[in-house]
Protein backbone atom coordinates (compact mmCIF):
# COMPACT_ATOMS: atom_id res chain seq x y z
CA UNK A 1 0.00 0.00 0.00
CA UNK A 2 1.53 3.27 -0.89
CA UNK A 3 1.83 6.11 1.14
CA UNK A 4 0.89 8.85 -1.21
CA UNK A 5 -1.81 10.58 -0.11
CA UNK A 6 -4.10 13.35 -2.20
CA UNK A 7 -6.66 16.01 -1.26
CA UNK A 8 -9.91 15.23 -4.22
CA UNK A 9 -12.54 18.30 -3.89
CA UNK A 10 -14.90 16.76 -5.81
CA UNK A 11 -17.32 13.79 -4.42
CA UNK A 12 -15.66 9.78 -4.42
CA UNK A 13 -17.45 6.82 -4.93
CA UNK A 14 -16.85 3.31 -5.59
CA UNK A 15 -16.02 2.41 -9.26
CA UNK A 16 -15.93 5.89 -10.11
CA UNK A 17 -13.17 7.02 -12.95
CA UNK A 18 -12.13 10.20 -13.27
CA UNK A 19 -8.68 12.28 -13.85
CA UNK A 20 -6.73 14.49 -11.22
CA UNK A 21 -6.00 18.03 -12.18
CA UNK A 22 -2.39 19.03 -13.64
CA UNK A 23 -0.68 20.03 -10.58
CA UNK A 24 -1.40 16.97 -9.02
CA UNK A 25 -1.36 14.63 -12.15
CA UNK A 26 2.43 15.85 -12.53
CA UNK A 27 3.19 14.98 -9.05
CA UNK A 28 1.53 11.18 -9.29
CA UNK A 29 3.56 10.48 -12.43
CA UNK A 30 6.73 13.14 -12.36
CA UNK A 31 7.57 13.74 -8.32
CA UNK A 32 6.60 10.10 -7.37
CA UNK A 33 7.19 8.52 -10.12
CA UNK A 34 3.78 6.19 -9.92
CA UNK A 35 3.36 4.23 -12.95
CA UNK A 36 -0.16 2.40 -14.79
CA UNK A 37 -1.80 -0.10 -12.11
CA UNK A 38 -0.46 1.46 -9.15
CA UNK A 39 -2.15 2.44 -5.53
CA UNK A 40 -2.57 5.38 -4.48
CA UNK A 41 -5.14 7.50 -1.68
CA UNK A 42 -7.80 9.88 -2.18
CA UNK A 43 -9.28 11.93 0.62
CA UNK A 44 -11.75 14.59 1.05
CA UNK A 45 -14.95 15.48 3.77
CA UNK A 46 -16.56 11.85 2.98
CA UNK A 47 -13.27 9.70 4.44
CA UNK A 48 -10.28 8.34 2.36
CA UNK A 49 -10.60 6.51 -0.86
CA UNK A 50 -7.95 3.34 -2.34
CA UNK A 51 -7.58 4.77 -6.64
CA UNK A 52 -5.97 2.58 -9.15
CA UNK A 53 -3.83 4.45 -12.08
CA UNK A 54 -5.49 3.76 -15.24
CA UNK A 55 -3.62 5.56 -17.39
CA UNK A 56 -1.57 8.48 -17.57
CA UNK A 57 -1.96 10.26 -20.68
CA UNK A 58 -1.14 13.77 -22.03
CA UNK A 59 0.08 14.94 -18.50
CA UNK A 60 -3.08 13.84 -16.88
CA UNK A 61 -3.92 10.96 -14.65
CA UNK A 62 -6.81 8.39 -15.45
CA UNK A 63 -7.50 6.52 -11.84
CA UNK A 64 -10.53 4.13 -10.30
CA UNK A 65 -11.87 4.04 -7.00
CA UNK A 66 -10.83 0.90 -5.75
CA UNK A 67 -12.34 0.74 -2.13
CA UNK A 68 -13.20 2.79 0.68
CA UNK A 69 -9.76 3.04 2.84
CA UNK A 70 -11.47 4.58 6.32
CA UNK A 71 -14.91 6.71 7.12
CA UNK A 72 -14.77 10.39 7.80
CA UNK A 73 -13.97 11.02 11.68
CA UNK A 74 -17.20 11.76 13.56
CA UNK A 75 -14.98 14.81 16.07
CA UNK A 76 -17.48 16.31 18.99
CA UNK A 77 -17.54 20.20 18.65
CA UNK A 78 -14.96 21.34 21.53
CA UNK A 79 -16.35 25.12 22.70
CA UNK A 80 -14.14 27.52 24.37
CA UNK A 81 -15.71 29.90 26.63
CA UNK A 82 -12.83 32.77 27.85
CA UNK A 83 -12.87 36.11 29.84
CA UNK A 84 -11.49 38.93 27.11
CA UNK A 85 -7.54 39.50 28.06
CA UNK A 86 -4.75 41.68 26.52
CA UNK A 87 -4.32 41.07 22.82
CA UNK A 88 -0.59 38.97 22.70
CA UNK A 89 -2.21 36.56 25.57
CA UNK A 90 -4.91 36.51 23.65
CA UNK A 91 -3.66 35.94 20.26
CA UNK A 92 -1.40 33.07 21.80
CA UNK A 93 -4.41 31.46 23.22
CA UNK A 94 -6.81 31.57 20.14
CA UNK A 95 -3.61 30.05 18.29
CA UNK A 96 -3.09 27.03 20.67
CA UNK A 97 -6.79 26.36 20.62
CA UNK A 98 -7.12 26.25 17.58
CA UNK A 99 -4.56 24.00 17.31
CA UNK A 100 -5.85 21.69 19.71
CA UNK A 101 -9.47 21.99 18.00
CA UNK A 102 -11.53 24.11 19.69
CA UNK A 103 -14.31 24.96 17.20
CA UNK A 104 -16.12 27.75 18.66
CA UNK A 105 -15.14 30.62 20.77
CA UNK A 106 -17.25 31.92 23.42
CA UNK A 107 -16.34 35.56 25.12
CA UNK A 108 -17.77 35.90 28.93
CA UNK A 109 -17.63 38.87 30.41
CA UNK A 110 -17.28 38.57 33.94
CA UNK A 111 -17.67 40.98 37.19
CA UNK A 112 -14.80 42.16 39.02
CA UNK A 113 -12.38 40.29 37.31
CA UNK A 114 -9.10 42.08 37.07
CA UNK A 115 -6.09 39.45 37.00
CA UNK A 116 -7.72 35.96 36.95
CA UNK A 117 -8.19 34.07 33.59
CA UNK A 118 -11.20 31.51 33.78
CA UNK A 119 -11.28 28.50 30.64
CA UNK A 120 -14.37 26.61 30.52
CA UNK A 121 -14.00 23.43 28.18
CA UNK A 122 -17.18 22.67 27.04
CA UNK A 123 -17.98 19.45 24.72
CA UNK A 124 -21.11 19.25 22.75
CA UNK A 125 -22.42 15.94 21.13
Keep these: MSNIRLFFPKSLSLNLTSK ?3 PQSHYISKVM ?3 SNEVFSLF ?3 GEWEAKIKEISKGLVEFNITKKLRQKENNK ?3 LAF ?3 KSNYFNFMMQ ?3 ELGVT ?3 PIIFHKLHKIFYVLFICKN
Design 83 to 85: SPI
Design 33 to 35: RIK
Design 96 to 98: KAT
Design 44 to 46: NSS
Design 20 to 22: LDK
Design 77 to 79: EIW
Design 104 to 106: KFI
